[in-house]
């Protein structure tokens, strides 16, 4: 009987002396590197305008005898939007186009005399001028009276009518805004040494305080053909989408504009150890016995918030530490308390290792 309990203390004490060296192994948090899409951020200031905007006037001076359209109201190409009082001219245009049916019967008639040899070449020739004259005459009348509507030159979304039926208004005054909204310009500058980086067709987001939840994406379409010589910057204009007609000209925009977007692998910049101009990693080495740590020189690239870009040193689906790295040495045996991925982070793998 003695025997056995000493045997069990034994099977007992060396439970207990397994379960607290692996206890007292160092407790790290793995991660495995992932390929991501990446891309070199480059932020800005910018201001949209319209794709296209006018300032509707009058080239002549009358009053206004009707306006047909509302505050902010959403217009098609082509209707009219302001008329002017048009009564002499439209008298003006009548005479014009009775003289020209005078003449024109005139002509007419010196032809048939002239086809019975009763009347000289010379007479239906000069019939025929003054019929040329007085059409021309009808046509400028008629030219003279478009100058008396102002119609929508392009669809869009009319501003704020601040002129009222009776007024008198003069060549240049303005009448109404008209600004093209589905699609938006939007012209922010970047420096010169950024040039070789930019392109047409390059993607970008903006965010305005406006709508602080929301991401307007779209695309570089050109780029300035001059250099600011006093700033060194050069001008860049992007097109947003805007089908809801939410953005509006003059809005301040943030913009990042994707560059060079590519598939690379992508660690948490907590996985890095720096020492000098050289960064480490150290990768955790399943085996069986307890998980072994290898210290490994990694090349870096560019950095993002919370994440930096590995060009050399580890491949795709390395599990490497990336939480309990004070204490972990090369070559040194640890404890895996899990692995951090999108669905379960660092906090959750500590409180559930308590």
Request: aromatic fraction near 4%; include cysteine.
């Amino acid at each position: 009987m003695l025997v056995f309990k000493h045997l069990v203390y034994c099977l007992l004490m060396l439970g207990w002396a397994t379960f607290a060296a692996a206890q007292s192994l160092p407790p790290v948090i793995g991660y495995y590197a992932a390929t991501e899409t990446w891309s070199d951020p480059l932020e800005a200031l910018g201001t949209l305008s319209a794709d296209e905007s006018v300032t509707l006037s009058a080239t002549v001076t009358d009053t206004i005898a009707e306006i047909k359209f509302d505050d902010g109201e959403q217009v098609e190409r082509g209707r009219l939007l302001v008329r002017l009082e048009d009564a002499e001219e439209q008298a003006l245009l009548r005479a014009a186009q009775a003289i020209t049916t005078e003449r024109r019967n005139a002509s007419e008639r010196a032809s048939q005399l002239q086809q019975r040899n009763l009347a000289p070449r010379a007479d239906v020739e000069d019939t025929q001028s003054r019929l040329r004259q007085a059409e021309a005459d009808a046509q400028a009348l008629e030219a003279r009276l478009e100058n008396y509507r102002i119609h929508a030159p392009f669809s869009g979304r009319v501003g704020f009518r601040d002129v009222s039926v009776g007024a008198l208004v003069t060549p240049g005054m303005a009448l109404v805004t008209l600004d093209k909204l589905d699609v938006m310009k939007l012209d922010f500058t970047v420096p010169e040494v950024l040039l070789g980086r930019l392109s047409a067709g390059l993607s970008l987001s903006a965010t305005t305080a406006a709508y602080p939840d929301e991401v307007f994406r779209g695309e570089i379409a050109s780029i300035g053909t001059r250099i600011d010589p006093v700033s060194r910057s050069v001008s860049v204009r992007a097109e947003l989408a805007n089908p809801d007609l939410k953005l509006r000209p003059g809005m301040l925009m943030e913009v990042i504009v994707q560059q060079r977007v590519r598939d690379t692998l992508v660690l948490p910049e907590a996985a890095i150890q720096p020492s000098g101009n050289r960064h480490f990693v150290m990768l955790i080495q399943q085996q069986e016995e307890a998980p072994r740590l290898e210290r490994r020189e990694v090349a870096i690239g560019e950095r993002r918030s919370g994440e930096v870009e590995i060009l050399e040193g580890i491949s795709e689906g390395d599990l490497v530490v990336i939480h309990g790295l004070q204490l972990a040495r090369e070559g040194q045996e640890v404890r895996l308390l899990g692995v951090a991925d999108d669905n379960t982070d660092i906090r959750a793998l500590l409180e559930a290792d308590r």
